[in-house]
């Protein structure tokens, strides 16, 4: 069996149109060359010269020269997609320890653009560098560019389960297999205006109270500072070079999709409001205080079937900060009647986040971005 040393550009190119393949090849090193990568992902750098990183989406950018190009990975974890010139050329599935290949370019110079698809908080990838074929050379690392977005949120935000076309996802490889961050609503419209961009996203949290009131004593705001999600206490430092013009949040779904259980701190849902409301107003300033005046953050919310507590609470938040005089935090409600919510657990698919980003582009383009 031939290694993906060898692959022919054909045998990656259905490797890929296939679905989820895996890659296995042998490791490799390039001295000098590993650090020649973009990313405005949370990293963690180790002694050996990598990069750690947990949070979904988190992506790194190269260019270089020659007939091909290696990825250097360590990731029992999670899945990855390859991209070659703007084309997704491989999908990496739970890659472990290797350094995978894609040759048989034309010798000329190239893009390559490592996404992580799934989410991992439980664990952290190891990204190693791009290496180029014999012959061939890494380039200078591609520009960052000037605009910057953050996306914070729940599943809705990583994309949890919408490549999958279906709700029930126990028979067809699982939520992890059927997730592509990649493709959520955040890094579409990312994309769509040339922004870079973090997802730092978290299934299951929310501002107060997580999914059905588990985890009762965290929430998003225990992990939201990680740069290792998986690391009690870490702090990722905000380097000055991350100053987005845009912070969208969505958090509240999972406070208010479940009713409270017996047991749990909040007697009432009013109680439960006034909580989040409150956590709300501090997330926000926190926000405020790490970005600056000039950033324009916008309060999210969507349709939860069971209550319409969240947008209502979200609509208030909003108003009040701009009544105590910060007009830069916006509120967008999402929802439109062709959303199917055909993603694992009635999660959005992927034509759902097609038509959220469209929305969310909407609300952007009259904002007075100047950016």
């Known amino acids: ?94 890659p472990g320890q290797n350094t995978f290949w894609i040759d048989d370019l034309r010798d000329t110079g190239h893009t390559v653009r490592l996404v992580k698809r799934t989410e991992s908080p439980w664990a952290a990838g190891r990204f190693g560098g791009f290496v180029a074929a014999p012959g061939g050379a890494i380039l ?71 999914y059905n009131g588990s985890s009762p004593d965290t929430d998003f705001r225990t992990y939201y500072d990680r740069a290792l999600l998986n690391v009690d206490g870490d702090v990722w430092p905000t380097p000055h070079t991350w100053r987005p013009q845009v912070v969208v949040v969505g958090l509240g779904i999972n406070d208010f999709s479940t009713p409270l259980n017996p047991g749990e701190r909040w007697t009432t849902e009013e109680a439960l409001v006034a909580a989040y409301e409150t956590a709300y107003q501090g997330f926000l300033t926190k926000l405020r205080a790490r970005y600056g005046p000039k950033t324009f953050i916008v309060v999210s919310a969507t349709r939860v079937s069971r209550t319409t507590a969240f947008a209502q609470a979200t609509l208030r938040i909003v108003q009040e900060r701009n009544r105590r005089g910060d007009s830069r935090v916006r509120h967008w409600y999402y929802d439109d009647p062709a959303l199917d919510l055909l993603g694992c657990d009635w999660h959005p698919s992927l034509k759902d986040h097609r038509i959220i980003s469209g929305l969310l582009n909407d609300c952007l383009a009259a904002l007075p971005l100047r950016w």
């Open 1 to 94: 069996m031939q290694t993906p040393r060898h692959w022919s550009r054909r045998t990656l190119v259905t490797a890929a149109a296939a679905g989820l393949v895996t890659a296995v090849a042998s490791p490799s090193q390039a001295s000098g060359a590993r650090d020649r990568f973009h990313t405005p992902g949370r990293i963690k750098r180790t002694a050996h010269g990598s990069v750690q990183y947990t949070w979904p989406g988190i992506y790194f950018e190269g260019r270089f020269r020659g007939t091909g190009v290696g990825i250097v990975l360590d990731d029992a974890d999670n899945d990855y997609d390859v991209q070659i010139d703007g084309t997704t050329r491989a999908t990496l599935v739970t």
């Open 140 to 210: 200078a690392r591609p520009r960052a560019r000037s605009r910057q977005i953050e996306f914070i949120g729940d599943s809705f935000t990583a994309g949890y389960g919408n490549a999958s076309g279906t709700r029930d996802c126990s028979n067809i490889g699982g939520v992890n297999r059927n997730s592509n961050a990649d493709l959520a609503f955040g890094a579409l419209t990312a994309r769509s205006l040339d922004a870079d961009y973090q997802i730092n996203a978290f299934s299951g949290l929310g501002m107060v109270r997580n």
